[in-house]
């Protein structure tokens, strides 16, 4: 039984317990429509449980010590998983991709946490890590999918109208002239979740951290406002993602001919 402090709820190992065997009910459903997610679904829910007690026992570690070296560390491998995780999302590889994905993600991430961090929270010092880290994690988790759905899409358009790119060169457009309509086609196409939840949240949706924070026994305004200011952090590092991909890619697929090649 869970033991309550107030409005608070503690959950015990008991109640993680009972909450992993309805993931037994998402197995018969697969198994009787023979989705074949089984294997998937298994592998993804002890992933859950080992990785989340694993990152769970580290940030217990590094919240007790608030050492700069060791919470720099952990953002260092937060920002290269992310880059890493973006890359592997894209379908038709190049040479350099990992490095674009990598500049996208962390040059959006970081800007934007050291902005929350030093001018909207006032975080003394800037490496508490019971900040820091967390809200680098929330923005590069929505950065990394914004930039991967940009990436596909203007890789993808940039081979299906090859024609139609170098017929408008030939006919003396500026190169990012014959490019301009899939770039803004592939930024849209990064911003269109982020832009998705940002209309409905608070009407049809409440957001995992505002739930998380209310659960907790959190005050539902301060839950609010931060929430506020995390989705407004998340839409500008995932347009700033977008944005910088989009251009790094763009310089990838021209040379210094202003020709385009296709790696």
């Given at each position: 039984m869970s033991a309550t402090d107030d409005m608070?709820?503690?959950?015990?190992?008991?109640?993680?317990?009972?909450?992993?065997s309805l993931i037994i009910i998402v197995i018969l459903l697969s198994w009787r429509l023979r989705l074949q997610l089984t294997k998937t679904l298994?592998?993804?829910?002890?992933?859950?449980?080992?990785?989340?007690?694993?990152?769970?026992?580290?940030?217990?570690w590094i919240f007790a010590r608030?050492?700069?070296?060791?919470?720099?560390v952990i953002l260092t491998i937060m920002t290269l998983i992310a880059g890493s995780a973006a890359k592997n999302r894209v379908k038709r590889h190049y040479k350099g991709l990992f490095t674009d994905?990598?500049?996208?993600?962390?040059?959006?991430?970081?800007l934007v946490t050291a902005i929350a961090i030093?001018?909207?929270?006032?975080?003394?010092?800037?490496?508490?890590?019971?900040f820091v880290i967390p809200i680098l994690g929330l923005i590069l988790g929505?950065?990394?999918t914004a930039i991967s759905l940009t990436t596909n899409q203007l890789i993808n358009a940039f081979h299906e109208q090859?024609?139609?790119?170098?017929?408008?060169l030939s006919l003396s457009a500026r190169p990012f002239e014959a490019v301009h309509d899939p770039i803004r086609s592939a930024i849209i196409n990064g911003m269109t979740p982020t832009l998705n939840s940002m209309l409905v949240v608070g009407i049809v949706s409440l957001p995992g951290m505002m739930t998380g924070q209310i659960l907790a026994g959190a005050d539902p305004t301060?839950?609010?406002?931060?929430?506020?200011?995390?989705?407004?952090?998340?839409?500008?590092?995932?347009?700033?993602?977008?944005t910088i991909s989009a251009l790094l890619i763009y310089r990838r697929f021209f040379n210094k001919h202003k020709q385009l090649i296709l790696p």
């Open positions: 608070q709820i503690f959950l015990t190992y008991s109640d993680i317990a009972l909450a992993s298994l592998m993804a829910a002890v992933r859950t449980v080992v990785q989340l007690s694993f990152i769970g026992l580290i940030l217990a608030e050492q700069w070296y060791e919470v720099l994905t990598l500049l996208a993600v962390s040059a959006s991430g970081i030093v001018m909207i929270l006032q975080v003394q010092p800037w490496y508490t890590p019971q929505n950065s990394l090859q024609g139609r790119i170098e017929m408008m301060q839950a609010v406002r931060y929430q506020i200011v995390t989705m407004f952090l998340i839409c500008v590092s995932s347009m700033l993602g977008c």
